[in-house]
């Protein structure tokens, strides 16, 4: 006979629910549990983003503001340090100008900071000068200012008596310098009585001249004479050399080719001895050729 087992059975199922619920109340509380420590660190973690965002911008304002400070301290010092005074003043690039006229002209204080003075006003000041094709001036702390000049050379004298010279650009300069070594060209009749020191002369006769007199002055067969340079007709320019002897006839254009034919066949024209009276003259104008002649006579001898 099978025994029964439906007692026993039932018994079981009772046990079995038990533990169920058991597990579910321990799978509730650890849910609970998790929940908890999300809040907890969700809490957390706004505050850390919130710290981070202000606190280093907070420390740049505080370096930024020290470097201000340590700034503003090293400039007060140096324009109050007896260091950084005035001492010496160096000029360099002059041959005609004296160095005291070109500190006067700057306008330079003693005593003053070098931190002090402006240096674009010093510059302008210095070109100022008819004599200062340009100029730069800098600061050499502790105590030294520079200035840095490069001046016009003079290329001929537009007024014999007085000495008024002319650069190469067809600036006036003004009164040449006693102690200008040389003899200069003299440009003849070129009326620039109205001209002023520092004015630029625009006459295309004019500029023809002063291209003339620097490429035909510091010839070896001329070198301790001077030259003469007045206009001519149709634009041409007659240039006097060895003291009246000889005179160039050249044109208005093409001075550069005229001037380099001359000087390679100069030595052998003039290597004899010039015949006194009538001056020689010798004609550039035609291309290629240099036509010699006696200056009163229509004729002459192609060279």
């Given at each position: 006979?099978?025994p029964?087992?439906?007692?026993?059975?039932?018994?079981?199922?009772?046990?079995?629910d038990?533990?169920?619920?058991?597990m579910?109340?321990?799978?509730a509380?650890?849910?609970?549990?998790?929940?908890?420590?999300?809040?907890?660190?969700?809490?957390?973690?706004?505050?850390?983003?919130?710290?981070?965002?202000?606190?280093?911008?907070?420390?740049?304002?505080?370096?930024?503001?020290?470097?201000?400070?340590?700034?503003?301290?090293?400039?007060?010092w140096?324009?109050?340090?007896p260091?950084?005074?005035?001492?010496?003043?160096?000029?360099?690039?002059?041959?005609?100008?004296?160095?005291?006229?070109?500190?006067?002209?700057?306008?330079?204080?003693?005593?003053?900071?070098?931190?002090e003075?402006?240096?674009?006003?010093?510059?302008?000041?210095?070109?100022?000068?008819?004599?200062?094709?340009?100029?730069?001036?800098?600061?050499?702390?502790?105590?030294?200012?520079?200035?840095?000049?490069?001046?016009?050379?003079p290329?001929a004298?537009?007024?014999?008596?007085?000495?008024?010279?002319?650069?190469?650009?067809?600036?006036?300069?003004?009164s040449?310098?006693?102690?200008?070594?040389?003899?200069?060209p003299?440009?003849?009749?070129?009326?620039?009585?109205?001209?002023r020191?520092?004015?630029?002369?625009?006459?295309?006769?004019f500029?023809?001249?002063?291209?003339?007199?620097?490429?035909?002055?510091?010839?070896?067969?001329?070198?301790?004479?001077?030259l003469?340079?007045?206009?001519?007709?149709?634009?041409?320019?007659?240039?006097?050399i060895?003291?009246?002897?000889?005179?160039?006839?050249?044109?208005?254009?093409?001075?550069?080719?005229?001037?380099?034919?001359?000087?390679?066949?100069?030595?052998?024209?003039?290597?004899?001895?010039?015949p006194s009276?009538?001056?020689?003259?010798?004609?550039?104008?035609f291309?290629?050729?240099?036509?010699?002649?006696?200056?009163?006579?229509?004729?002459?001898?192609?060279g």
């Amino acid at each position: 006979m099978i025994p029964s087992v439906s007692g026993p059975v039932s018994s079981n199922r009772k046990v079995g629910d038990r533990g169920k619920a058991g597990m579910g109340r321990l799978t509730a509380k650890a849910e609970k549990y998790s929940r908890g420590r999300k809040k907890h660190y969700s809490r957390k973690r706004p505050l850390s983003i919130a710290m981070r965002n202000w606190l280093w911008p907070a420390i740049g304002v505080l370096v930024f503001g020290e470097v201000l400070l340590l700034g503003a301290h090293a400039v007060r010092w140096m324009m109050t340090s007896p260091r950084f005074v005035l001492g010496e003043v160096k000029v360099v690039g002059h041959q005609i100008l004296a160095p005291k006229a070109i500190v006067q002209l700057a306008g330079l204080k003693s005593g003053k900071n070098l931190f002090e003075f402006d240096l674009e006003k010093i510059r302008r000041r210095i070109d100022s000068n008819p004599w200062v094709r340009r100029s730069s001036v800098r600061k050499s702390p502790p105590n030294t200012l520079r200035i840095e000049i490069e001046e016009r050379k003079p290329i001929a004298l537009v007024n014999n008596e007085t000495g008024v010279a002319v650069d190469l650009e067809g600036v006036i300069l003004g009164s040449l310098p006693p102690k200008t070594a040389g003899c200069l060209p003299v440009l003849e009749g070129f009326s620039e009585k109205r001209a002023r020191p520092g004015d630029r002369i625009e006459n295309s006769s004019f500029s023809a001249a002063v291209i003339a007199a620097s490429l035909y002055s510091g010839a070896s067969f001329n070198r301790e004479k001077c030259l003469n340079i007045s206009p001519a007709k149709n634009g041409r320019l007659r240039i006097r050399i060895m003291e009246g002897k000889a005179e160039l006839l050249v044109g208005g254009e093409k001075l550069e080719a005229q001037a380099a034919r001359f000087h390679a066949v100069a030595m052998r024209i003039f290597k004899g001895k010039i015949p006194s009276g009538a001056p020689m003259l010798l004609d550039l104008t035609f291309p290629g050729r240099i036509i010699v002649r006696s200056a009163n006579k229509n004729g002459g001898l192609e060279g």
